[in-house]
């Protein structure tokens, strides 16, 4: 076996570490722009969130208000959570290639994908004491 020249082996390593630092430039402008997006089934709700479950955009339907606050509440924490599985997923196949097939991306983002149980549960009932301070209202007034 032929021993490689040590000015061989120090221009490979530069390459190949000027390659792996280009490839990780361009993942890191990529994450930038990722997101997670999620429709209720039936329409009602659309979310898009960061890949952290940060809520970027929250669209409800004119159906969405039919339902009741504990409802909507649920159908929106869910598609949310829906949402940032699809942020996550998205943020996988991005780093995959950088990071190698040898890495675990998936199991080491987990903790990232997505708010906690704890945050949702509080989230929900948030929405929901604004959904019935909403629905309390007089027609045309104020809150009370």
Known sequence: MRREAPADWLARTVRDTM?????IN??????????GAAESPGGEVRVVVTPAGLVRS???????Y????????DLIVET???AAADGASALTETLQPVAG???????????????DEQ???GARESLRAISREV??????GAAR
């Open 19 to 23: 390659s792996r630092i280009d490839r």
């Open 26 to 35: 361009e993942a890191r402008d990529r994450i930038a722009e990722i997101s």
């Open 58 to 64: 929250l669209e409800l339907s004119r159906t969405a």
């Open 66 to 73: 039919r339902l009741s606050p504990e409802v909507l509440a």
């Open 80 to 82: 949310i959570r829906r």
């Open 101 to 115: 097939a040898d890495v675990d991306l998936q199991s080491r983002l987990q903790g990232y994908a997505g708010a």
């Open 119 to 121: 945050t949702l549960n």
């Open 135 to 140: 629905l309390d209202r007089p027609a045309g």
